[in-house]
């Protein structure tokens, strides 16, 4: 296949660890690292890819269950670990962190451009509770990706971000009935609900709705709690509020609920949508 042919995998999406590639057949990014490094090779080798093809690391911010394997991945594998320094700092305050990051961390400032091989990258911030946290809009091959995971409180980055990105990974964290009524103490519902907490399928669907353009090919809906969400409920709400607009999923736009555990197929992403094989 050819080099320019880019595409896009998630590893897993939630509380139990997130993981996500974005490259071509023989390069790419990892977009955090919260699974363990053996899984994400054998993710990897399955799309035919090894760890000598990712050329770095993107971390969205320092929480366990995005940068489990950053250490192993660093520091044994070699690989460019690139976040801001506050979120450094945050990785290297983590004591769930085994391995220390040493030779391997690369900084860069938020909001501002940078180049890394084929890919152009750009960030913002989220309102979350770590010690700070990003999203990413990426431009390659004439194609522009973002991911808004883990997004206690949206705002106008984050939706100018939608505005003008053709492929959106963007967090459905949790339907808010279900919330309020399940299992979960009180402190950690209102943590959840909180501007620094996370995003509801209703939150998700209105930005979408919100800041809608003509461009958008393909939406992953990620982050989705086991306990406080459904599949089938986050796809129907979002699928609402595009339908208020005229949208309809699968003609107009390709919207997919990503696993939490396991792989999503492998996607092209170039201008037309993707398909559910």
């Known amino acids: ?84 320094p506050e979120i450094h700092g945050g990785i290297d305050r983590n004591y769930g962190l085994k ?35 990003l999203g990413y809009v990426i431009d390659a091959y004439g194609q522009r990706f973002m991911i808004a995971t883990d997004c206690g409180c949206p705002n106008e980055q984050m939706e100018a971000a939608i505005r003008t990105a053709n492929h959106i990974v963007i967090e459905a964290n949790h339907d808010e009935m279900m919330l309020l009524n399940g299992p979960y103490p009180t402190y950690l519902k209102e943590r959840i609900l909180s501007d620094r907490g996370h995003q509801s399928n209703e939150t998700c669907g209105e930005l979408l709705e919100r800041n809608w353009h003509d461009g958008i090919r393909n939406i992953w809906l990620c982050h989705l709690s086991q306990e406080n969400n459904d599949p089938q409920v986050a796809y129907n709400t979002v699928s609402e509020h595009l339908l208020e607009i005229g949208i309809m999923p699968r003609e107009d736009v390709y919207l997919k609920v990503l696993d939490r555990l396991n792989p999503s197929p492998l996607y092209t992403l170039n201008n037309t949508i993707c398909r559910d094989v």
């Open 99 to 133: 391995e220390k990051l040493r030779t391997s961390r690369r900084y860069f400032e938020k909001g501002k451009e940078w180049q890394l091989d084929d890919f152009t990258i750009n960030t913002y911030g989220i309102s979350h509770d770590s010690t700070d946290c």
């Open 1 to 84: 296949m050819a080099e320019q042919e880019l595409i896009f995998q998630a590893f897993g999406s939630g509380s139990s660890g997130n993981s996500y590639y974005l490259g071509t057949h023989e390069k790419g990014i990892l977009i955090d690292a919260g699974i363990s490094a053996r899984t994400i090779q054998k993710d990897l080798k399955a799309i035919g890819l090894d760890f000598t093809n990712i050329l770095a690391v993107l971390v969205t911010h320092d929480h366990a269950d995005h940068i489990r394997a950053v250490g192993t991945l660093g520091e044994r594998v070699h690989i460019p670990i690139y976040t801001t």
